[in-house]
C-alpha cells in the first residue's frame, strides 16, 4: 500500500520521463489524467489525491483563508508527497517525475521544489502562487520550471507570481513565466504551452 490514494497509469512510449499530476482544490487523482494523456502522450501519469478536506474538498496542505497558507502544513504535507513519490518510483520503476500541477496542486509542487528538490525533474506550475514566505535555500540549478498564471486571475495577484518566478530563479532553476490574458482556470493555451515545454524536459 502506497502513502497516497492514488491513480498510475504506465508508460506506452520509452524515454519520457513521469508526469505527477496535482490537481487543485476540490478535485482528486482521476481530474488531471485526461490533461496528461493530452499533454503527453504515451508517458507514465502518477497523480495522487490530497489528503487534506476543506468541506470536502481535498486539497494538498491547509490553508486559513483563500491565498492564506499554514505553511507549517505546507512544509509537512509538501515532504509527505516527496516521500510518496520515492514510494511510488520503486513500487512502478519510475524515473524522477516532472510535476504539472494546477492551483493548490501547483503550489503544493512549488514547496516540493523549494523542500525536497531532489524529487522532481522539472515542473509546470500552472496558476500558482508563493507557497513559502520564507523558503529555505533550495539548490535548483538548472531545473526546468515552466510557469504560467492568469492576468485576470481574482486569486492570485500577477506580482505574488513574479515574486515565485523570482524566489525559483534565485535558487538556480531556469523558469519560463508566462502570463496569459485569462482568470484562474486552464485555457488551451496552458495545455499547448505545456506540451510543447515538456518536450524539452
Ligand atoms: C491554494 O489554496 O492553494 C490556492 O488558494 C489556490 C486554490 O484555490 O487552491
Same mark, same amino acid.
Given at each position: 500500500?502506497?502513502?497516497?490514494?492514488?491513480?498510475?497509469?504506465?508508460?506506452? +512510449?520509452?524515454?519520457?520521463?513521469?508526469? /505527477?499530476?496535482?490537481?487543485?482544490?476540490?478535485?482528486? #487523482?482521476? !481530474?488531471?489524467?485526461?490533461?496528461?494523456?493530452?499533454?503527453? =502522450?504515451?508517458?507514465?501519469?502518477?497523480?495522487?489525491?490530497? +489528503?487534506?478536506?476543506?468541506?470536502?474538498?481535498?486539497?494538498?496542505?491547509?490553508?486559513? $483563508?483563500?491565498?492564506?497558507?499554514?505553511?507549517?502544513?505546507?512544509?509537512?504535507?509538501? @515532504?509527505?508527497?516527496?516521500?510518496?513519490?520515492?514510494?511510488?518510483?520503486?513500487?512502478?520503476?519510475?524515473?524522477? =517525475?516532472?510535476?504539472?500541477?494546477? *492551483? @493548490?496542486?501547483?503550489?503544493?509542487?512549488?514547496?516540493?521544489?523549494?523542500?525536497?528538490? #531532489?524529487? /522532481? $525533474?522539472?515542473?509546470?506550475?500552472?496558476?500558482?502562487?508563493?507557497?513559502? *514566505?520564507? =523558503?529555505? +535555500?533550495? !539548490?535548483?540549478?538548472? +531545473?526546468?520550471?515552466?510557469?504560467? &498564471?492568469?492576468?485576470?486571475?481574482?486569486?492570485?495577484?500577477? !506580482?505574488?507570481? #513574479?515574486?515565485?518566478?523570482?524566489?525559483?530563479?534565485?535558487?538556480? $532553476?531556469?523558469?519560463?513565466?508566462?502570463?496569459?490574458?485569462?482568470?484562474?482556470?486552464?485555457?488551451?493555451?496552458?495545455?499547448?504551452?505545456?506540451? &510543447?515545454?515538456?518536450?524539452?524536459?
Amino acid at each position: 500500500e502506497l502513502s497516497f490514494i492514488h491513480r498510475f497509469v504506465p508508460a506506452t +512510449k520509452p524515454g519520457r520521463p513521469p508526469l /505527477l499530476l496535482l490537481h487543485g482544490t476540490g478535485g482528486n #487523482e482521476d !481530474d488531471l489524467l485526461p490533461l496528461g494523456k493530452i499533454i503527453a =502522450p504515451g508517458s507514465a501519469l502518477l497523480s495522487p489525491r490530497g +489528503k487534506i478536506l476543506e468541506n470536502g474538498m481535498p486539497r494538498f496542505f491547509r490553508r486559513l $483563508a483563500e491565498g492564506v497558507f499554514d505553511e507549517a502544513d505546507v512544509r509537512m504535507r509538501a @515532504n509527505q508527497l516527496a516521500d510518496f513519490i520515492g514510494e511510488a518510483r520503486a513500487a512502478y520503476e519510475l524515473d524522477a =517525475p516532472v510535476a504539472v500541477g494546477f *492551483s @493548490n496542486g501547483a503550489n503544493i509542487a512549488a514547496a516540493m521544489l523549494m523542500l525536497r528538490p #531532489e524529487v /522532481l $525533474a522539472g515542473a509546470a506550475l500552472l496558476r500558482a502562487m508563493v507557497p513559502l *514566505s520564507e =523558503p529555505p +535555500k533550495a !539548490d535548483l540549478t538548472g +531545473k526546468l520550471v515552466l510557469m504560467i &498564471s492568469g492576468q485576470l486571475d481574482p486569486i492570485i495577484p500577477t !506580482d505574488n507570481a #513574479e515574486q515565485l518566478a523570482a524566489q525559483l530563479t534565485a535558487a538556480g $532553476a531556469l523558469v519560463n513565466h508566462k502570463v496569459l490574458p485569462t482568470g484562474h482556470g486552464l485555457s488551451q493555451q496552458d495545455l499547448s504551452l505545456t506540451q &510543447s515545454w515538456l518536450t524539452n524536459v
